[in-house]
């Protein structure tokens, strides 16, 4: 998680190699998989996924339903005519859509169906690792729930591995176990879920926090706000990258990039002050 332009998505497009990295290594499965040539690399991509943030640009609006679930069987020489076609119908019935809308277009659905036809067509070459793109925020807030329900159900169903991209807490909290923070193309904070929602410790995740609004009035929260602009990625600050908006900075975070340390049970940080116990 973390706010917009932090580098989710170019992070998980480069690890799915629709952005090919300019340096680096990415371990899947025991194997290199920057070092996959063409066909290796088809191969692999049957095993992962990705669900995109908008379910209508996603679609190929002149496609039919059939069509487009049928095609990642066809590219990956799943069985005969017959058994791709009952895998279709398999596939709609897994998201809750029905067989007699297969030959509608993409337009004539909502954006919550939508967004199921995207989902059946990631689950259409049984994948083990499936990435969500904010696969809830261009939804309205009524159908949120109906598909990360329908996520996590798939999840248990079939023992999926997910990486959710989001910037809501609340969805964070609903739906992922272990949460990496971004900030500015770094990793700036990882921990499970429930480490992290008690006890935030970087000053970037605690400000993220503090700007959630809290229905109880007795329990809000220390409102922490960021002075500055965000920097340019293509031109970051010396030092920590965050120095420029964060309250806590000395001269060490304008000088040396801090490391991912890890200050116990997996809580890893990276923040000067954190390490060195100075809070």
């Known amino acids: 998680m973390g706010e917009s332009g932090c580098g989710k998505t170019t992070l998980v497009r480069t690890m799915l190699r629709l952005t090919e990295p300019t340096a680096g290594e990415m371990v899947y499965d025991g194997e290199d998989f920057l070092r996959l040539n063409k066909k290796e690399l088809k191969e692999k991509r049957k095993d992962m ?17 059939r069509t487009i679930l049928e095609e990642p069987l066809i590219i990956n020489k799943y069985g005969d005519k017959e058994t791709r076609a009952a895998r279709v119908r398999e596939l709609m019935e897994l998201v809750d ?6 030959d509608r277009y993409p337009h004539e659905f909502s954006g919550g169906q939508r967004q199921r036809i995207v989902i059946a067509r990631a689950l259409a070459t049984n994948p083990a690792f499936v990435v969500c793109d904010e696969p809830v925020s261009a939804l309205d807030v009524s159908v949120r729930s ?3 329900n329908l996520l996590n159900d798939l999840q248990e169903k079939f023992q999926l591995t997910y990486l959710f991209i989001s910037h809501d ?13 971004m900030y500015l193309g770094k990793v700036v904070e990882m921990a ?8 935030p410790l970087h000053p970037y995740t605690q400000a993220l926090f503090s700007a959630v609004p809290q229905v109880n009035p007795e329990k809000q929260r220390e409102r922490i706000p960021l002075e500055g602009d965000i920097p340019s990625p293509a031109d970051p600050p010396p030092g920590c990258h965050f120095h420029g908006r964060c309250r806590y900075a000395c001269e060490e975070c304008r000088s040396r990039e801090p490391e991912l340390v890890d200050l116990g049970d997996g809580h890893l940080v990276a923040c000067h002050r954190c390490i060195n116990k100075n809070f």
């Open 49 to 65: 996924q990705i669900v995109f943030q908008d379910p209508f640009g996603s679609l190929h609006p002149k496609m039919k339903i």
């Open 97 to 102: 859509l029905k067989e007699e809308q297969l």
């Open 146 to 148: 109906q598909i990360l």
């Open 169 to 181: 807490l609340s969805v964070v909290e609903h739906i992922c176990d272990r949460v990496v923070v």
């Open 192 to 199: 499970t879920r429930e480490q992290l929602f008690r006890n």
